[in-house]
């Protein structure tokens, strides 16, 4: 006769497995952040709504006048209405930047399901007040310009908060992969921003920024509910972040598995709950100059700001050029640039395999960053030749633009923020996150600034200075780039015999 099986095992058996959590914690993480872009893309469809061309809609039924701004929304009908859009755009940017150095410091320090949480439903709050603008009858700028910059601020909660609980669920094995298609959440909430603001820009553009602020806070509402921000509490295994570590390398203050809540041993305290415990001691969250001392934080958070720039500037700007240039309306400008987008999903997910296979994440950027630059010039020149030509040069410049972005925001951000010079401390996953992020932030509020400002002299001058701001991301990754080379060269001279093993 077999023994009877303990209850406590019964019980563990009918509870859901660590895969399980994974794939919950991927799929509202997921979710999250694509309603954080879905709230951000509005603005970019509203943008040609705010100011069109008046004239080609017929005089002023109001005064049979033949004005070029007499269906404007005030007080965007006036000449500098572009730089007016820029200080939208820069509203928020210049406030998500700022808020973002600090955000990563809140998030180690507080629990991330109620930080993100909070964090979206304030931001469908803010969202929701700018398309209230509309329905209330509001023109003045200061109103607008506030309820950017509270957006701003509030937003910064999501992507330190939601890479954090990916990076505890997940070790380093084939994050690139994994991370590159979980990152397509920024994409699939552009596109569905665009798609959702198209619906109602010509007819009550308010709705454009209202049903998106429902959406993410409904999302919220359910991450306080079901997202789980550690394996370690519902009894599940950490992952295991370092595997060159061997068995006689290992520090035995490391391979303590009370240590916290990552150790080098991937094993949580969970499987020696039969053993005696001592209250573990909780290690301090990292601080803000030990995140800059990281190998690699410093290089990849000023690539990031240049690419971000690029990346920002065709998200908030890109509808509007479409319109200018190829002549399309509102709704069919924002539905053509939803393939930039499409191009960013298939850009991230290449840029992920890619560097899982050679295990060169700058390598892979830095090449993606070269191709981007000529590929952004021929655009700019051919890509309104033809509806065929315009969506291939989308897709391919959303590629090699939003790849390089997409993996050092997710699998480089979760590699650096569980360095192996951390020896398991899992509270610096959030700042380095944050800094990486934020770095990058202040780049995304300079593109669309200085697109507003260069756009009057010619969109020559535009793509230009992406070209430039592709050019330099390129240049800062160089010491690291070189550094994957020396450790690739060296197992390969070793084994042609050119250098003793």
């Not at 969202?127 to 023109?139: C, K, M, P, S, V």
């Not at 509808?319 to 191009?343: M, R, W």
């Amino acid at each position: 006769l077999r023994p009877p099986i303990p209850v406590s095992e019964t019980l563990t058996s009918l509870l859901p497995s660590s895969h399980s959590y994974r794939g919950l914690t991927l799929v509202l993480t997921f979710l999250s952040y694509t309603s954080y872009h879905l709230s951000r893309k509005p603005i970019s469809i509203v943008k040609s709504q705010l100011h069109p061309n008046c004239s080609a809609l017929g005089p002023n039924p109001h005064n049979d006048s033949n004005s070029s701004t007499w269906c404007s929304w005030a007080p965007f009908d006036g000449d500098n209405y572009k730089e007016l859009f820029g200080a939208l755009d820069n509203a928020f940017l210049v406030a998500y930047a700022i808020g973002m150095f600090i955000s990563g410091i809140f998030g180690e320090r507080l629990p991330l399901r109620y930080y993100l949480s909070g964090g979206m439903v304030l931001s469908g709050l803010f969202t929701a007040l700018f398309g209230l603008g509309y329905f209330w009858d509001i023109h003045v700028l200061w109103y607008f310009i506030v309820v950017q910059v509270c957006n701003g601020l509030v937003q910064t909660t999501g992507w330190p908060a939601v890479v954090a609980c990916v990076g505890n669920w997940f070790g380093k094995g084939k994050r690139g992969l994994i991370m590159g298609i979980w990152n397509s959440h920024t994409s699939v909430g552009n596109i569905l921003g665009s798609l959702i603001a198209g619906a109602w820009v010509s007819s009550a553009w308010g709705l454009s920024f209202v049903v998106p602020g429902i959406i993410i806070t409904a999302v919220g509402i359910i991450c306080f509910f079901f997202l789980v921000e550690y394996p370690e509490d519902v009894d599940c295994s950490p992952p295991l972040h370092h595997v060159r570590v061997t068995t006689s390398e290992k520090d035995p203050e490391a391979v303590t598995s009370n240590e916290g809540p990552l150790s080098l041993s991937g094993q949580s305290n969970v499987d020696h709950s039969n053993s005696p415990k001592e209250p573990a001691e909780e290690p301090e969250a990292i601080s803000f100059l030990g995140a800059l001392r990281i190998p690699g934080v410093v290089e990849f958070s000023l690539c990031l700001l240049f690419a971000k720039l690029v990346s920002y500037t065709f998200l908030y700007w890109l509808p509007l050029y479409i319109v200018n240039v190829a002549h399309f309306g509102a709704k069919e400008a924002g539905d053509l640039s939803t393939l930039f987008d499409v191009g960013g999903i298939l850009g991230g997910i290449f840029a992920g395999l890619i560097s899982d296979y050679t295990g060169g994440r700058a390598t892979t950027c830095c090449v993606m960053l070269v191709v981007a630059a000529p590929m952004l010039f021929l655009y700019n020149h051919v890509g309104q030749n033809g509806i065929g030509t315009s969506i291939a040069m989308l897709i391919i410049c959303g590629a090699l633009v939003n790849g390089p972005y997409a993996l050092i925001t997710t699998a480089v951000s979760a590699d650096l923020g569980t360095h192996e010079s951390l020896k398991g401390n899992a509270k610096a996953l959030s700042t380095v996150t944050a800094i990486i992020d934020g770095t990058g932030s202040v780049g995304a509020a300079l593109g669309p600034l200085l697109a507003g400002l260069i756009s009057p002299t010619g969109w020559n001058n535009v793509f230009y200075m992406l070209i430039a701001a592709d050019v330099l991301a390129c240049l800062l990754l160089a010491r690291v780039v070189v550094k994957e080379a020396r450790g690739w060269c060296g197992p390969m001279a070793r084994q042609r015999g050119y250098v003793a093993p």
